[in-house]
């Protein structure tokens, strides 16, 4: 392994990758990504590859438009199909309450330029044909919200990332970091160490952990989500559909299955990522309750993942407050796949020029030290 780099990225899922990648972009190529398993081994690997724009918070709004402008155009800029589809976004409320939350977000998302709308339960089977518009009180619909293969677009940044000379180390797991003069100056791996003049913090439910080796105090929580997959049938949709009331979100893959969770409110925190019969039938009764044509598929597998979740459940993005050159990535919340791209343009303005950014700002670790403003439409 080599001694040194300029930048020391510690996890190989989206965050690190579109990360490594932009920063070579931009010819910081001293890049060393350090990876304890493989690429996608973490909740990228495991997510629904869901990329929606349609928040309550501005800077998860402009976030995930940020990113939709490039993943618009990644499969072209790395020349690697990441089997994107911009088939819209649509979100279903049951009570007048999610209604009125709606018709706020709506307002403020058109105010920064995203062209969400809100549809009557009648307009949605032109959306989702065979819905049963019986089951909610209205939606919301963004066209240009969309999902994409979360492997390919992991190995896309990567192939590109390491043409241009940055390079990877898996099976390598991080265990300690040296602070010295109000700086992190060493990665302590599993293969030995690495002086690093930035290190960044992008190991998602691990987060945490990596943070406590720097005496840097996340408040991060790992929670299970689980997601599974059904047989492929011919094309339904090209829509996720999310419901506020319910947390539950599907979705149609290019090969055709229906892949698709649902958040649980019982679930405690930790690192449990075993599949459960709970959760097979609470996701199951819930589709078939929206579109009953799909009680015919069959399930073919399930799994779960980790959420890395905050107290606001908005990420932790930039320096760390008397640690500048250790960069938090992190705290997604069950969204990091989508804002991943934006996130990793603004982080490297960061390590390129010092340029933080507003959205960096009022992500910062030190929001938590005041009051807390928190995003509303979390799945799960
Ligand atoms: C079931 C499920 C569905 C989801 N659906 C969506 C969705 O539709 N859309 C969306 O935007 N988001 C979704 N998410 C959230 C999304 O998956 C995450 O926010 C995102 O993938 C986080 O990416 P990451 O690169 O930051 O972290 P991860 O992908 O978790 O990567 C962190 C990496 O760090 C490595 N690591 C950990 N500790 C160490 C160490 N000590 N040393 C070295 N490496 C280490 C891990 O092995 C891992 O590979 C979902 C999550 C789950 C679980």
Same mark, same amino acid.
């Given at each position: ?147 994409? /293969? ?174 500048? /050159?250790?960069?938090?990535? /992190? ?50």
């Amino acid at each position: 392994m080599r001694a040194s780099a300029d930048v020391v990225i510690i996890g190989a899922g989206v965050t690190g990758a579109a990360l490594a990648y932009t920063l070579a972009k931009r010819g910081i190529r001293d890049v060393l990504v350090l990876e304890r398993r493989f690429p996608c081994a973490g909740a990228t690997g495991r997510c629904g590859g869901g990329i929606r724009q349609q928040f309550t918070s501005e800077s998860n709004i402009r976030l995930a438009m940020g990113s939709v402008r490039i993943y618009e155009g990644l499969s072209e800029e790395l020349d690697y199909d990441i089997e994107y589809v911009q088939g819209g976004y649509l979100m279903l409320a049951e009570t007048e309450q999610e209604l009125e939350l709606q018709r706020k977000a709506v307002a403020l998302q058109n105010e920064l330029g995203l062209p969400s709308r809100a549809l009557s339960p009648e307009e949605v089977p032109e959306i989702v044909p065979l819905f049963d518009t019986s089951t909610i009180a209205g939606a919301t619909f963004c066209p240009t919200d969309g999902h994409a /293969n979360p492997f390919r677009v992991v190995e896309g940044y990567l192939r590109a990332a390491k043409g241009l000379g940055v390079k990877l180390q898996k099976f390598t797991e991080v265990t300690d970091l040296t602070v010295r003069g109000g700086r992190v100056t060493e990665v302590v791996t599993s293969r030995g160490k690495v002086a690093a003049g930035v290190v960044v913090n992008a190991a998602g439910a691990w987060s945490k952990r990596i943070a406590a080796m720097a005496g840097v105090e996340l408040p991060n929580q790992p929670v299970r989500h689980e997601i599974l997959a059904t047989e492929p049938v011919q094309p339904i949709t090209d829509v996720m559909v999310v419901s506020l009331h319910t947390g539950i979100y599907f979705s149609q893959t290019v090969q055709g299955q229906i892949v698709g969770g649902i958040g649980d409110p019982a679930e405690r925190p930790g690192y449990n990522i075993r599949s459960s019969f709970r959760f097979l039938r609470r996701f199951l009764s819930e589709l078939v309750r929206h579109i009953p044509a799909l009680g015919q598929l069959a399930v073919l597998r399930q799994w779960a993942g980790l959420y890395d979740v905050t107290p606001d459940a908005q990420p932790i993005l930039g320096p760390t407050p008397g640690l500048e /050159n250790f960069i938090q990535a /992190n705290g997604y919340s069950g969204h990091g796949f989508m804002i991943a791209p934006k996130v990793a343009e603004l982080l490297a303005d960061y390590i390129e020029r010092g340029e933080v950014s507003e959205d960096l700002r009022r992500l910062s670790l030190s929001r938590f030290e005041g009051e807390l403003k928190g995003e509303a439409f979390v799945v799960g």
